[in-house]
């Protein structure tokens, strides 16, 4: 069982949808959450982290951790073609490593 | 501001020789810096963990020798394939710890083609 699991996808939403996106962990001792958005052939960039359960607020991001469920979400409001993009969910432990989930291919239609 | 840069973008070379691949965080400093390789289609696999001043640590399966790691300043970290061969093409990614501890930000990446 991978450490961090998520839905490669792909995923098509319609200008304006809800992108709803998740993964699910399997280690207690993951501690800091993360999400990036990787466009192709560029690396990461990092659109939010959080280190507590609940939901935290950024934009048209919105990041929520359920750390008794082991599930953690990004949603993200008034999808625009330029969310598209691959997005990856990162969680990080105490020896600052991060693993990784598969990463979800995200494509909003004009 | 935590902008981290990487230098070649693009690098093409001939098998058996050695590449070098910069990776420099510009607005902040890092004492730690970590380096990933990336398949087409596939997430980032972690190959080591680069400290300032000190021996990088490799994950499991990566050859040190072969990959060599130098952070020699608070902003700077290079990784060198050495006798590069074609299946060590790839996207190689590097990333530096940000100031709250435990975040990582990207450089935009170095894709490497051995013919």
């Known amino acids: 069982q991978k450490e961090v699991e998520q839905d490669p996808g792909p995923l098509s939403v319609p200008e304006g949808a809800i992108v709803s996106l998740n993964c699910t962990y399997s280690n207690s001792a993951f501690q800091y959450f993360m999400w990036y958005r990787q466009y192709s052939r560029k690396g990461p960039e990092l659109l939010m982290y959080?280190?507590?359960?609940g939901n935290k607020e950024d934009g048209r991001f919105t990041a929520q951790v359920d750390k008794s469920s082991k599930y953690i979400s990004l949603f993200i409001r008034d999808s625009q073609p330029s969310d598209s993009a691959t997005y990856l969910c990162a969680i990080c432990s105490n020896d600052y490593k991060l693993s990784f989930g598969a990463g979800t291919t995200v494509t909003v239609r004009a | 501001g935590a902008v981290v840069s990487q230098h070649p973008s693009r690098v093409i070379c001939k098998s058996g020789t050695s590449v070098k691949i910069e990776c420099r965080s510009l607005d902040f400093q890092a004492t730690t810096m970590f380096w990933y390789r990336q398949f087409p289609k596939q997430s980032l696999m972690l190959m080591a963990t680069?400290?300032?001043?000190?021996?990088?640590?490799?994950e499991q399966g990566v050859e040190k020798d072969k990959f060599l790691i130098n952070h020699a300043s608070l902003t700077l970290s290079t990784l060198t394939v050495t006798s590069a061969h074609p299946e060590d093409s790839s996207f190689y990614i590097c990333?530096?710890?940000?100031?709250?501890?435990?975040?990582?930000?990207f450089g935009p990446g170095t894709r490497l083609t051995v013919t």
């Open positions: 990333s530096a710890l940000g100031t709250a501890g435990y975040e990582q930000y």
């Open positions: 959080t280190y507590s359960s």
């Open positions: 680069s400290n300032e001043g000190s021996k990088a640590t490799y």
